[in-house]
């Protein structure tokens, strides 16, 4: 395929992989894991568990024709490279092998690393791949999610010939992929109905970064999506764990005062939603365990991991809510992480803002970018294309 037709998340990654300062003629991938360390890595990962289902259902299915089936973590590193002796040969050659490490700021655009950056299945074709050394692969993957956390847990790839090149190869991965979540998620409920003696209640995960409306799973199990006005509740609920009085929740719900009769409407609503025993009154409050992707970012930026945090940055909370107390936990934590990448200085960090959809028109942070690559990067001419526009548009 030809740069005229490139595929837009293809064009993106080509662009992030420049600015991390990837090298088109290199031809190994680095390693991350040493050959050590390999072995208790990836007994502790939780993917262990389901490598051997994966590798009966879709490991013998590459041996048989010639390509390979990866499983990488989180951080893009590959745990478990299974094909053939003579394609694991050929893949040794650009550095497709076990501790390797795919993420496409150290390799270049690849269809693992896409897949770890989007967290969607991705596939990468021949010369679709930055580098020139993996131009003549092509690859299929899909996340693999925790089923209670949704959180990111790896990557499952196949790589190979022309033959991967088609769409049936992707369902057959995406389908592997699920097999894996759903194996995890029956493992958790097995663990679960095994008697204990902790009285622990429900377990809530809020999805709400880059959504107009909350995604809601309880117990790994159930799923619903709120309404915009309950989506704003239970994320002022969700940040109060102490609970808020019906004034306290009034204040931070509605711009205009006098609003508490339609606040008790809508929590009478959002009770007969969620069940009795996990929202509670006086003062309100949630009566469960819960966890968010918001929450999770804001302990990516204390612990200092701008990287993750960034890539899992979906776009502001609530994008379109105007209540109050919305948009100013929207506003600390987008500002926090904008500062953040602004901080570090990273070339990669700061492209990846300015190619998002809030970052598009980031003056600051193309200067920075531009500041950050030098004169000789072949990024600098587009940064300073970028930088002429918004002077016009500012002008």
């Given at each position: 395929m030809g740069r005229d037709g490139m595929r837009a998340e293809v064009a993106d990654s080509w662009h992030l992989s420049a600015a991390a300062g990837v090298d088109v003629e290199r031809v190994e991938a680095p390693i991350t894991l040493a050959e050590s360390d390999l072995r208790d890595h990836r007994a502790a990962h939780p993917l262990a568990q389901v490598f051997p289902l994966l590798d009966d259902v879709l490991g013998q299915a590459a041996r048989d024709c010639g390509a390979i089936m990866a499983v990488?973590?989180?951080?893009?590193?590959?745990?478990?490279?299974?094909?053939?002796?003579?394609?694991?040969?050929?893949?040794?050659?650009?550095?497709?092998?076990?501790?390797?490490?795919?993420?496409?700021?150290?390799?270049?655009?690849?269809?693992?690393?896409?897949?770890?950056?989007?967290?969607?299945?991705?596939?990468?074709?021949?010369?679709?791949?930055?580098?020139?050394?993996?131009?003549q692969w092509s690859c299929a993957a899909s996340p693999i999610h925790d089923p209670t956390s949704s959180t990111l847990l790896g990557v499952l790839d196949i790589t190979g010939?022309?033959?991967?090149?088609?769409?049936?190869?992707?369902?057959?991965?995406?389908?592997?992929?699920?097999?894996?979540?759903?194996?995890?998620?029956?493992?958790?409920?097995?663990?679960?109905?095994?008697?204990?003696e902790s009285t622990a209640g429900p377990q809530v995960v809020v999805e709400l970064l880059g959504r107009h409306e909350a995604l809601l799973t309880i117990d790994a199990r159930h799923s619903l999506r709120l309404s915009p006005r309950h989506s704003e509740i239970l994320l002022l609920l969700a940040s109060a764990p102490h609970g808020l009085s019906g004034d306290e929740l009034a204040v931070l719900v509605y711009e205009d005062d006098g609003a508490s009769s339609t606040l008790?409407?809508?929590?009478?609503?959002?009770?007969?939603?969620?069940?009795?025993?996990?929202?509670?009154?006086?003062?309100?409050?949630?009566?469960?365990?819960?966890?968010?992707?918001?929450?999770?970012?804001?302990?990516?930026?204390?612990?200092?991991?701008?990287?993750?945090?960034?890539?899992?940055?979906?776009?502001?909370?609530l994008p379109r809510s105007t209540a109050p107390g919305v948009v100013r936990l929207r506003d600390q934590l987008h500002h926090s992480l904008r500062a953040a990448v602004l901080a570090s200085k990273e070339p990669d960090l700061l492209s990846t803002w300015t190619r998002s959809r809030w970052g598009a028109d980031d003056y600051d942070m193309w200067v920075a970018q531009r500041d950050a690559l030098g004169a000789v990067s072949p990024m600098r001419s587009l940064v300073d294309g970028q930088l002429a526009r918004l002077d016009r548009d500012l002008a």
């Open positions: 990488s973590d989180a951080a893009g590193q590959l745990l478990w490279v299974c094909g053939s002796p003579s394609t694991l040969r050929e893949a040794e050659k650009i550095g497709f092998v076990e501790g390797s490490n795919w993420d496409e700021r150290l390799a270049g655009t690849n269809a693992p690393g896409l897949a770890l950056r989007l967290g969607q299945p991705a596939q990468v074709r021949r010369s679709e791949h930055f580098r020139h050394s993996v131009q010939n022309d033959d991967i090149a088609v769409p049936q190869t992707m369902a057959m991965v995406r389908a592997a992929a699920r097999m894996a979540e759903a194996e995890l998620a029956r493992d958790l409920l097995t663990r679960a109905a095994q008697p204990v008790r409407a809508e929590l009478n609503r959002l009770r007969n939603l969620l069940g009795d025993d996990l929202l509670a009154s006086r003062p309100y409050r949630l009566c469960c365990g819960v966890a968010g992707d918001w929450l999770a970012l804001e302990a990516q930026l204390a612990a200092g991991d701008v990287r993750r945090a960034l890539r899992d940055y979906r776009g502001p909370i």
